[in-house]
């Protein structure tokens, strides 16, 4: 990739949609936290805990990343976790953020529901005032958990129903399908929520299907295995269902084996509305800027291509229309000031 590209991916306006918030929790803050709850970690240092993060697929890293959250307790601790991401996205011109966050990961060790949203909501609140930036929070239910679980979790998250603007299904994806939830997603459509859902990152093209036709989803979070099924891949492309892909994420849990391999372009290519995300970017070797950078030098992608990824970000985004609008907006003329 020549300076030119790499500065354009770095600079231009996007919306990351994919994020745990969990996720953005590095092993210093990690070993901050703990100190400051007085919280037993099985590591002894940064470094050991850092060299954990060599894992081998889903269930490795979801060992390791329910650990990590084991530190967060107070309102505080959720707000900090949350500031930092905040502030990193910022560096990377992340205009808008989708947050995801695990309640059952907190709930389940006695923190309380209140603690959770507010500590994260108070966050993006201030990165609105402060530097303009957009935010949302999505409450993901465990998809390793019952679906009675996941309606506990929704009657315990109502009271700050303002608080969050859609609910997603992640974690454990094999062996879980999306029907085992079509209860509690068919509760949540009738409340008005988005919906999202984890699908076809290591589970089949079957479940990118059973998250539309049984959830009624409106996007797939990665879904790159929907190659694999032209009828589907055809259908995604038709109903602009966006997917929210994780380049460095794939490549860390070993989707695939090096990025040259990711399947982003043919994506691309069969008009399906992919968007760049970092998903769990403290444990995946990246935030935003690394996963574009690293994909734009693995793949043959374009300027055009990069302004194709700007602007699905925000049409993907569950944003009101004149926010979207600004937005691309924003993109258009940030383009149309580029000569590379
Ligand atoms: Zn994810």
Not at 232 to 246: E, F, G, H, Q, S
Not at 249 to 273: I, M, T, Y
Not at 325 to 331: D, G, I, W
Request: net charge negative; proline share 4%; aromatic share 10%.
């Amino acid at each position: 990739m020549n300076d030119a590209l790499r500065h354009i991916v770095q600079r231009m306006p996007k919306a990351e949609l994919h994020i745990h918030i969990e996720g953005s929790l590095e092993p210093e803050l990690i070993f901050a936290l703990a100190k400051r709850n007085n919280v037993a970690l099985a590591f002894d240092s940064v470094e050991t805990l850092r060299a954990a993060y060599a894992f081998t697929d889903l269930q490795s890293f979801l060992d390791i990343y329910y650990a990590g959250a084991s530190v967060l307790l107070t309102e505080q601790d959720f707000y900090d976790m949350t500031r930092a991401y905040l502030l990193r996205a910022q560096q990377d011109n992340v205009r808008h953020t989708e947050l995801f966050f695990d309640p059952q990961t907190h709930t389940a060790r006695g923190v309380a529901m209140d603690v959770v949203i507010n500590g994260i909501w108070r966050a993006v609140q201030d990165a609105h005032t402060e530097w303009g930036m957009t935010g949302a929070l999505i409450l993901c239910f465990l998809r390793h958990l019952s679906e009675d679980d996941a309606f506990d979790t929704l009657e315990q998250a109502m009271p700050y129903r303002d608080k969050f603007i859609g609910v997603g299904l992640d974690s454990s994806e094999l062996g879980h399908p999306p029907e085992k939830f079509a209860r509690v997603f068919a509760k949540c459509r009738q409340l008005g929520l988005h919906l999202v859902a984890h699908a076809g990152e290591e589970g089949p093209p079957a479940y990118i299907a059973s998250a539309l036709d049984v959830l009624h989803v409106e996007r797939i979070d990665h879904g790159v295995r929907c190659l694999e099924d032209a009828a589907l891949t055809a259908r995604l492309a038709r109903d602009k269902i966006p997917l929210t892909v994780c380049p460095l994420s794939n490549l860390k849990l070993r989707v695939v084996a090096q990025l040259s391999e990711h399947n982003l372009l043919q994506l691309l290519d069969a008009g399906l509305v992919v968007t760049v995300n970092s998903d769990d970017p403290a444990y995946f070797g990246g935030y935003m800027n690394d996963n574009f950078i690293a994909t734009f030098e693995a793949l043959p992608l374009t300027r055009q291509h990069a302004q194709q990824l700007a602007r699905n970000s925000f049409d993907a985004a569950f944003l009101d229309v004149p926010t979207r609008q600004r937005y691309l907006n924003e993109v258009a003329s940030f383009f149309a000031g580029q000569v590379a």
